[in-house]
């Protein structure tokens, strides 16, 4: 609620983390709540109860909205992974992750972020093993904060068309 009408854009970032994911043999799916105007239990009705991982992106716009929806996800998802990427993660990953429930963000581009997350989720092994880019979390034993490099994707050629399948009809968009 709130939003100017002009955010009502197609979340192509996500589109693209999305085709990554599809090349490498996991399934995706993306809601696009904005859009679609659900509310935080709307969105939770629709996901999958045996989802491994569920990313949400966050702007200084949704804070409040995602900062409920995450604390909902740990309530009715017990093992589930939650991840938030964006503008305020890049900017504020210490203040993301001490305001927000969630097991860690990802600053900077996320394509092959969360395709590591994922392969490491398929293994077993924590989300954030090994040098996941861009990835801030908390480090499981010591409790202090983990901050990996970020590792720019050089060759965009090499991305997926995004996954244009997994939106709302374009129509709707502005």
Partial sequence: ???????????????????????????SSIIDANLLRLSNEEILDIVSKDTKLIGIYLNSFTYETVRNLALLIRKDFKNCAIILGGPLPTAEPEMVLREIDCDGVIRGEGEYAVLGIMQNIRRGFSPFEGEISGATFYEPNSKSVV????????????????AYQLLPQFKFYK
Avoid: H, Q
């Fill in 1 to 27: 609620r709130g939003l100017n009408e002009a955010t009502i854009i197609p979340p192509l970032g996500l589109a693209y983390i999305a085709a990554v994911l599809e090349r490498e043999g996991f399934k």
């Fill in 147 to 162: 901050k990996n490099p970020i590792t720019r994707i050089n060759n965009l050629d090499g991305l997926p068309f995004p």
